[in-house]
C-alpha cells in the first residue's frame, strides 16, 4: 500500500458553491442515500481513524456519481468547497478491489486547507461532501472521468476505469460567522453589510475617528474561545479610516490562520476572548495599530478598521 501526500491532491483553488445547504438547519440540507444496487457492491468496515477496510464485488462499474454515507457524524455541515476541512481520503479500485492510494490517517487535525483543492484531482467532490457533517465516513462510486486525467494516470487507471472514494471528514471549519446578532449602539463607528456568502462590506460614516480602541461583536458564537494557546482560524478584512480603502482581505481565498502574536496589538486585544463564530468590528488607532510606519496600502499614522469572522480553532501539528 503506497501512500498519497497530500500537495499531490491540493494544487489549485476553485471557487465552486455548494447549492441547498443550509449551514443552521441540517435537514434542509439532507445527504444523497446511495443507490442499493451499487451501495451493496460495496463494504467499508474498520475504525474511523484507520484506513478504511474496503471490499468491493468487482470487477464495478457505474455511469453516474453514486454517494452514500457509512457514518453521519454530528459536526458541523459542509455547505461549500470553499469551506476549511481536515479529511483523509483512500482511493480503490473497482476494477480489482485494492487500494490504490491514501492520505496519511495519521489523526493530523492541522492538515486544514479549502475542499475546493481537492476538486484537482477529483472534479465532483463538491458533490460527494455536499452537507457532510464533520465526523462523517462517505463512500462514493465514481464513473469513468470523475477522476481527473493526469491523476487517474497516476493511479494506474485506464479511461474507462470506474473508482471507489472513502472520505473521512475529520473537522471543519465555518464558512462565516454564524452567531446571534447583536445589538450596537455605539454612534460614530462603521457599520457592517453582508453578501449572502457572509462577506462583510465596511461604510465608514464622515468625520474624525475614534482615538480610543473600538471593539464591537456584531454576531455572538457560542463555540470555542480564541486565546494565545493556539491558532485560530478567520476571514477578514481591513481597510483605513481615512481612505476607505481595502488593504488586505482573506475572503478572495482561504481564511487565514492565525495567532494572537503575530497581530498589531489593537487587534490582538480585541480579538482575544471572541468566540468560534463571531463576528467582530475592530477599530485600531494609530498607537495601536502601525503607528508612524508606512505599509503597503497603509498610510502612516493612520487609524486601521477591520472586520474578523471567527471561524474555528487550529489544531497543533501531530508529533
Not at 460527494?128 to 465516513?137: D, H, K, L, P, Q
Not at 497581530?263 to 476572548?273: F, K, Q
Request: contains cysteine; aromatic residues 6%.
Amino acid at each position: 500500500m503506497r501512500k498519497i501526500p497530500v500537495a499531490l491532491t491540493v494544487v489549485a483553488l476553485a471557487a465552486v458553491g455548494l447549492t441547498g445547504c443550509s449551514q443552521s438547519a441540517a435537514d434542509a440540507c439532507p445527504r444523497p442515500s446511495a443507490d442499493p444496487e451499487v451501495a451493496n457492491l460495496v463494504t467499508v468496515t474498520g475504525d474511523q481513524e484507520d484506513v478504511p477496510r474496503v471490499k468491493v464485488y468487482t470487477p464495478l462499474h457505474t455511469d453516474e456519481l453514486v454517494v452514500g454515507d457509512v457514518v453521519r457524524g454530528e459536526g458541523a455541515p459542509i455547505t461549500t468547497v470553499d469551506q476549511v476541512a481536515v479529511v483523509d481520503v483512500s482511493v480503490i479500485s473497482a476494477e480489482t478491489g485494492e487500494e490504490i492510494v491514501s492520505t496519511p490517517y495519521d489523526g493530523d487535525l492541522s492538515r486544514a486547507f479549502a475542499l475546493s483543492r481537492w476538486e484537482q484531482t477529483f472534479p465532483t467532490f463538491d458533490r460527494i461532501v455536499e452537507c457532510a457533517t464533520e465526523g462523517s465516513r462517505i463512500v462514493a462510486a465514481l464513473p469513468p472521468g470523475d477522476v481527473a486525467p493526469e491523476a487517474a494516470e497516476s493511479f494506474g487507471m485506464s479511461e474507462e476505469d470506474s473508482a471507489v472514494l472513502v472520505v473521512d471528514v475529520r473537522k471543519v471549519f465555518l464558512p462565516r460567522a454564524d452567531g446571534a446578532n447583536q445589538f450596537n449602539a455605539d454612534r460614530g463607528v462603521p457599520s457592517v453589510v453582508r453578501a449572502p456568502n457572509g462577506r462583510p462590506g465596511i461604510i465608514v460614516p464622515d468625520g474624525a475617528p475614534p482615538s480610543d480602541l473600538v471593539v464591537q461583536t456584531i454576531k455572538k458564537g457560542d463555540g470555542e474561545a480564541v486565546s494565545s494557546d493556539a491558532p485560530f482560524r478567520a476571514h477578514y478584512t481591513g481597510l483605513t479610516w481615512a481612505d476607505r480603502e481595502v488593504f488586505q482581505t482573506t475572503w478572495d481565498g482561504e481564511p487565514a490562520s492565525l495567532t494572537l502574536d503575530s497581530l498589531v496589538p489593537g487587534v490582538a486585544e480585541a480579538l482575544e476572548g471572541a468566540t468560534v463564530g463571531s463576528q467582530v468590528l475592530v477599530v485600531v488607532p494609530p498607537d495601536l495599530g502601525y503607528g508612524e510606519e508606512e505599509r503597503s496600502g497603509i498610510p502612516a499614522d493612520s487609524t486601521l478598521v477591520f472586520v474578523f469572522d471567527i471561524l474555528g480553532i487550529d489544531a497543533a501539528p501531530a508529533e
